[in-house]
């Protein structure tokens, strides 16, 4: 399961926008480190194709795909040394995936801020220091335990070594490192490292509700910075997304209009978080159930097979794919089958954006 890792400075309002993503209630407080504990929630990633598949199959039940967020409590200047808990909170967000760095842009007299003044833009630059601090750490500390190891074999691991040395360069730089090819070596040589600098992040403009309507200059700075780094923003207003949330499932849209907001933002998001994780959709009817899964693109059938249950894995003998606009198309899964549309794979086929699948595997237990 992929994880994306909510991060962020103290009262940028991180456990709100949880707790509207995942439909929970975790505590919300007006000063810091409230969430000591990580909070693990699920967020299903809308898709409307499923309507479309449960007009053709008729199922009991419809299944949208998920992606797990965690909520981890602020970080401050000198987490990485420790500060406000600071070593504890970065442990728990390299297990994630990604990062989802929520930045506070609304102005509240009721929710100070730690750093006094409202600044996004040095607000993502004290983070953004700090990932990087705790990562050269990190470093350091594998580069030390290679030199000893390498007493006895001097010549071992020298491309382990020129690679941990570039990162060390560029962090103790201040310089990030996504996009940069020491990346791409990192990620070969050292895929359990997790360093934090090198995660997939999106940024969460929190916005007043004053900034619904018209971009503020503070909003306009921070997605000037998050361009310049390459990065996604997303802006929404995690109070609002937090009082919708608990409407009626048939208030929500009409409030919604009432105050010319088009898309949640939290759909918005979700979406997003599927595009940053590098994730595919694909489809099942099995039994009652019409559902979707999340892949990276690119997988293969068996592994597919796999993120259902272990059993399917082990047991693959092929799949059954057709392509979700020749269902649709057709208009029955019978009527595609007679067209030609309906297609055996083998287990290297690589699973493709939309395909509607059932995986034929015998029973290994």
């Known amino acids: 399961m992929q994880t994306i890792g909510i991060i962020g400075l103290p009262n940028a309002g991180k456990s709100t926008i949880f707790n509207a993503l995942t439909h929970t209630q975790v505590e919300v407080k007006k000063h810091p480190f409230t969430t000591i504990e990580p909070n693990v929630g699920m967020v299903r990633v809308p898709e409307p194709r499923l309507d479309h598949l449960a007009r053709i199959f008729q199922p009991e039940r419809v299944i949208p795909a998920s ?25 728990a967000v390299r297990s994630a995936t990604a990062l989802a760095h929520v930045v506070r842009c609304f102005e509240s007299e009721d929710v100070s801020h730690v750093m006094g003044e409202l600044d996004p833009v040095r607000d993502i630059e004290i983070i953004g220091l ?100 390459g990065g996604q923003i997303i802006a929404l207003c995690g109070q609002l997304e937090a009082e919708i949330i608990n409407l009626p499932e048939e208030e929500r849209v009409d409030f919604r209009r009432e105050m010319g907001i088009k898309e949640s933002g939290l759909v918005t998001l979700a979406r997003a978080a599927k595009e940053l994780l590098g994730l595919i959709t694909f489809f099942t009817k099995e039994g009652v159930e019409v559902r979707a899964w999340l892949v990276k693109g690119g997988t293969a059938a068996r592994p597919a097979a796999g993120s259902i249950h272990t059993d399917m894995e082990e047991g693959f003998i092929k799949a059954e794919v057709v392509p979700f606009t020749e269902l649709i198309e057709a208009g029955s899964l019978a009527e595609a089958k007679h067209r030609g549309r309906l297609r055996f794979e083998g287990r290297d086929y690589r699973v493709g954006e939309g395909d509607v699948i059932r995986f034929h595997f015998k029973n290994t237990a």
């Open 67 to 91: 992606v797990k967020f965690m909520d981890v409590a602020g970080l401050v200047e000198g987490a990485s040394r420790g500060e406000g808990l600071g070593n504890q909170f970065l442990a």
């Open 130 to 229: 700090e990932l990087m601090l705790s990562d050269l750490g990190l470093v350091e500390k594998r580069l030390e335990k290679i030199r000893k190891d390498r007493l006895s074999a001097p010549r071992q691991d020298e491309a382990l070594v020129e690679t941990l040395e570039g990162i060390k360069d560029y962090l103790g730089r201040g310089e990030g490192l996504r996009g940069t090819e020491i990346a791409s070596r990192a990620a070969m040589l050292l895929p359990d490292l997790d360093l934090l600098s090198l995660k997939p992040m999106i940024y969460i403009a929190n916005i007043g509700e004053g900034d619904l309507e018209k971009e503020s200059l503070r909003l306009n700075a921070l997605r000037k910075r998050a361009e310049e780094e």
